[in-house]
């Protein structure tokens, strides 16, 4: 990715973003404004926080794509470098605790007066708001009031507990983003920015609207691993090879169950009507059975890339090898470290390769001030000690 003081390609280009650093959804949608084009800069501490997780900074792609400024935000001065930069944003991110940015000076009324076209993102658990804004939580408590922890399992099991994908990162990161890209086409038709207060329960809550629906129709059992697309059905459902290596079936249309079963040398009417409810635990055997007699990579040339929908259950290694990953470049590498490649792809955007982290010392955090607010600025910030 091309410094601040070099043209950026995308269709963010030309859109600048100060990132306040933290952890989680707040630096993934950073990163995901920055790798369309934006110039985003991290503002964080001169040290980085120990979270028990020991990994050399190249490991981290959430951090790709943007400059970075190390400074302490409670020394003299350093407000008013943060709202300098601000004063020339279109955009900031924040996920702290409600409160926090206000304690340091830098709460949305004091960026809002700086720049009235702001638009001023706040990524929380639980939002700014409610009996629970002022406690703490991660991605597991936030969706699990949700109703998504219960829905997730097999029948007669424990709640599952999932990565970090549906609070944190789809009903957070996503959102932020998209409700910062929102207050931005607001702001150039408006002139006047606004707070986008991102909940990442509320993230979560809006990500399961379909199945909300379906079980207000009652169409979808809060009993887990007994509905249509959640291991309750044998059509849509993971089975192990002969090699024990798995495979995965989705074929929830009646044409594509009868192609999955035809080329699998199954007779339909061994199982009976496949949406019948009361034929799914026969279907799970017969599948599972006929599964069992190859191997992953026999069932793969038999039916990946047919109308079965069919496809393997892969690790992230065998991910990367894959064909079609491989013919799209959906993954790449940089330095050295597997990362997925930028998405979504655009037909008429010109993107730029994909930069590593950069590191928090003297010199990139001097170079980004410069970029932004110029050599003046630079040495008068320094002269104050604020950049050390």
């Given amino acids: 990715m091309s410094t601040d003081g070099e043209a950026h390609r995308g269709p963010l280009a030309g859109v600048r973003v100060v990132e306040m650093a933290g952890i989680g959804p707040a630096p993934m949608a950073a990163m995901l404004l920055a790798d369309l084009g934006a110039s985003v800069m991290r503002i964080d501490?001169?040290?980085?926080?120990?979270?028990?997780?020991?990994?050399?900074?190249?490991?981290?792609?959430?951090?790709?794509?943007?400059?970075?400024?190390?400074?302490?935000?409670?020394?003299?001065g350093a407000t008013d470098l943060v709202l300098d930069l601000v004063a020339s944003s279109d955009a900031l991110i924040e996920g702290f605790r409600p409160g926090v940015m206000e304690r340091l000076g830098?709460?949305?009324?004091?960026?809002?007066?700086?720049?009235?076209?702001?638009?001023?993102?706040?990524?929380?658990?639980?939002?700014q708001t409610g009996p629970l804004a002022q406690s703490a939580g991660h991605d597991?408590?936030?969706?699990?009031?949700?109703?998504?922890?219960?829905?997730l399992g097999r029948e007669g099991?424990?709640?599952?507990?999932?990565?970090?994908?549906?609070?944190d990162f789809g009903g957070g990161a996503l959102y932020v983003a998209f409700g910062l890209l929102a207050a931005i086409i607001s702001a150039r038709a408006t002139g006047k920015g606004q707070v986008v207060d991102a909940a990442m329960a509320e993230g979560a809550l809006s990500l399961q609207s379909t199945f909300i629906g379906l079980f207000g129709a009652g169409l979808w059992s809060t009993q887990r691993g007994t509905n249509m697309t959640d291991g309750g059905s044998h059509f849509y459902q993971v089975y192990q090879c002969a090699d024990d290596q798995w495979v995965s079936v989705a074929a929830i249309e009646e044409r594509?169950?009868?192609?999955?079963?035809?080329?699998?040398?199954?007779?339909?009417?061994?199982?009976g009507p496949y949406n019948d409810r009361a034929n799914w635990p026969r279907g799970k055997a017969v599948l599972a059975a006929r599964f069992r007699e190859k191997t992953r990579q026999e069932w793969c040339l038999l039916l990946e890339g047919t109308d079965a929908c069919f496809a393997p259950v892969l690790d992230w290694d065998e991910a990367a090898r894959h064909p079609h990953f491989r013919a799209r470049q959906s993954l790449c590498t940089v330095e050295g470290v597997l990362q997925p490649n930028v998405a979504p792809r655009f037909s008429d955007a010109e993107m730029q390769p994909i930069a590593p982290p950069a590191e928090i010392n003297a010199e990139n955090t001097a170079r980004a001030v410069e970029a932004w607010l110029g050599a003046d600025a630079l040495e008068r910030y320094r002269a104050q000690g604020v950049l050390g």
Avoid at 157 to 167: D, E, K, N, Y
């Fill in 140 to 151: 597991l408590n936030y969706i699990a009031l949700t109703g998504a922890i219960a829905a």
């Fill in 256 to 271: 594509f169950y009868l192609e999955l079963l035809e080329k699998m040398g199954i007779d339909p009417a061994s199982i």
């Fill in 106 to 127: 830098l709460g949305p009324d004091v960026a809002l007066a700086r720049n009235p076209r702001l638009a001023y993102g706040r990524i929380t658990g639980w939002g």
């Fill in 157 to 167: 099991a424990p709640p599952t507990v999932p990565m970090s994908l549906i609070g």
């Fill in 45 to 76: 501490r001169r040290q980085s926080i120990d979270l028990g997780i020991k990994r050399p900074l190249r490991f981290n792609p959430l951090l790709r794509n943007r400059s970075i400024i190390g400074i302490d935000l409670k020394q003299a």
